[in-house]
Nanobody, 118 residues
């Protein structure tokens, strides 16, 4: 499974962006999906996760501002980001857990840059 993230860009504080992550290839089945981010000089942190059934979880600082969703039929993951803050700046990565029924695997997308100016 390959992941391709898109939708990053530069916005002013208070603005919005929507990230997309398209999964392709197979034959493993995708289970959990997530968005991570890494700011300059910072460790990578998990922003939001979503199960196959749609149960979502968020890091504290983005609750109420970000919404993760997925389209299982089209193997696409989204992250709607509203009320963006300069602290949200970083490279955003999508990730997925896949399984062949016996083992699980982690897959990462290439990252998309989000820059929020004050």
């Amino acid at each position: 499974v390959q992941l391709q993230a898109s939708g990053g860009g530069m916005v002013q504080a208070g603005g919005s962006l929507r990230l997309s992550c398209s999964a392709s290839g197979g034959p493993n089945r995708i289970t959990g999906m997530a968005w991570f981010r890494q700011g300059l000089g910072k460790e990578r942190e998990r922003v939001a996760t979503i199960t196959t059934g749609g149960t979502a979880d968020y890091m504290e600082s983005v609750k109420g501002r970000f919404t993760i969703s997925r389209d299982n039929a089209n193997n696409t993951l989204y992250l709607q980001m509203n009320s963006l803050e300069p602290e949200d700046t970083g490279v955003y990565y999508c990730a997925a857990t896949t399984t062949d029924g016996a083992r699980t695997y982690a897959r990462w997308g290439q990252g998309t840059q989000v820059t929020v100016s004050s």
